[in-house]
Nanobody, 116 residues
């Protein structure tokens, strides 16, 4: 099982980024998926999830209305569109197989830095 996140970088406040997570080694379309993020010294916080068929999504209050999670099951890819980025969004972002306490795999993260 591999989960490889990409698309992070340096962005100004109010800017946008789109993260991707390429999944391999398992039947991607049969799993709920999620994104989490981690700042130094803290645990990974869950921020968004999507059901296996993409029909339902949930977001943490801190990102609701600004971030959108989506998926392409045909290409085994998970996405996170991040708009109106704020200083507090600076973190390493991870994609996960499953969500909440039910996740069982976490990939290598991608750094997002919001700075002016």
């Amino acid at each position: 099982v591999q989960l490889q996140a990409s698309g992070g970088g340096l962005v100004q406040p109010g800017g946008s980024l789109r993260l991707s997570c390429a999944a391999s080694g398992f039947a991607f379309g049969t799993y709920d998926m999620s994104w989490g993020r981690q700042v130094p010294g803290k645990m990974v916080d869950w921020i968004a999830m999507i059901t296996r068929d993409g029909s339902r999504t949930q977001y943490a209050a801190s990102v609701k209305g600004r971030f959108t999670i989506s998926r392409d099951n045909a290409n085994s890819t998970l996405y996170l569109q991040m708009n109106d980025l704020k200083f507090g969004d600076t973190a390493v972002y991870f994609c996960r197989r499953g969500w909440g306490v039910g996740y069982d795999k976490q990939g290598q993260g991608t750094q997002v830095t919001v700075s002016s």
